[in-house]
Every structure is written in C-alpha cells, then in structure tokens.
C-alpha cells in the first residue's frame, strides 16, 4: 500500500489529508483533534531493542541490515515515567510489541526515522470531532492498520 492508494481511498470518501509537522507536539495535538495520525516510519532488523519490541530502536549506523519503510497508525499520546510518547498499532499483529502495540519516544521522533506524518478530515465544514460517522473512520482507518 502507498500513501497515493490511502489518500484515494479517503478522497473518494470525501476526505482530504493533512501533513502534520514530525514533532511530538504536533503529532500529539493531531491524534487529540483529529483521532489518528499516520506516519511512514524507517525501521531495521538486527537493533536492540529490535523491531518486534514495545519500544523499537531507531535504524543504526554500522547496522548492515537494510533500513524498511512502513505505515502505522497512531491513536494515543501520553507521557509515563516522565517521557512522552506516541502509541502506535502495529499491522504485524498480537505477537509485536504489547499485543500489537509499539510506543515510540521523543529520540525515534527526532531522528530523522520518521518520514512522513498526516491525518484526514473531512472535506466538509462539519468538525471531525462533532461527526460520530468521523470517530467511527478513525477507530476504522486504525483497525486496517493493525
């Protein structure tokens, strides 16, 4: 799937995307207005903590395994021990992360690794938050990627 394929699929459903700028302030303002955020995120093999962790590391320099590209989907943001971070469901299913969820730290979203973020609303005047169709399409857009 490709960012092309989503933004059609939304559009037809009278959608349009907004690009949120890739910074934990930002993304979390757009999970708490909008529902969700996608993002398109670098991950490597071999790292530790690897892929499949709760709390993956970031691609490293000197690591010969080839740096991947994947979307995931974004429905929380809190802070727990004192460090924010994103919550993010994983399509690889149950077996990843916390039950198919990965938590994503300030340093993944300052390296660079992040390649791209954004969320849809409606094309219409009507608030995605005032929309029980809208909070349905998040729960929905989440659930395709987990």
């Not at 390296?111 to 729960?139: K, L």
């Amino acid at each position: 799937m490709t960012y092309a394929t989503i933004q059609n699929a939304a559009t037809r459903m009278g959608l349009i995307p907004i690009t949120v700028d890739i910074t934990m302030e930002s993304i979390a303002e757009a999970i708490r207005d909008h529902g969700f955020t996608i993002w398109v995120i670098e991950g490597q093999n071999g790292n530790q903590p690897g892929w499949l962790s709760a709390y993956p590391n970031t691609p490293q320099a000197g690591n010969p395994n080839e740096i991947w590209e994947h979307f995931m989907c974004q429905k929380g943001a809190k802070t727990v021990n004192g460090l924010q971070q994103i919550n993010s469901f994983q399509s690889w299913g149950a077996s990843v992360g916390d039950n198919g969820r990965q938590y994503f730290h300030q340093n993944y979203i300052d390296s660079g690794h992040i390649r791209d973020v954004f969320t849809f609303v409606p094309a219409s005047s009507v608030p995605p938050t005032a929309s029980f169709w809208w909070r349905n399409f998040a729960q929905y857009i989440c659930l395709f990627f987990s």
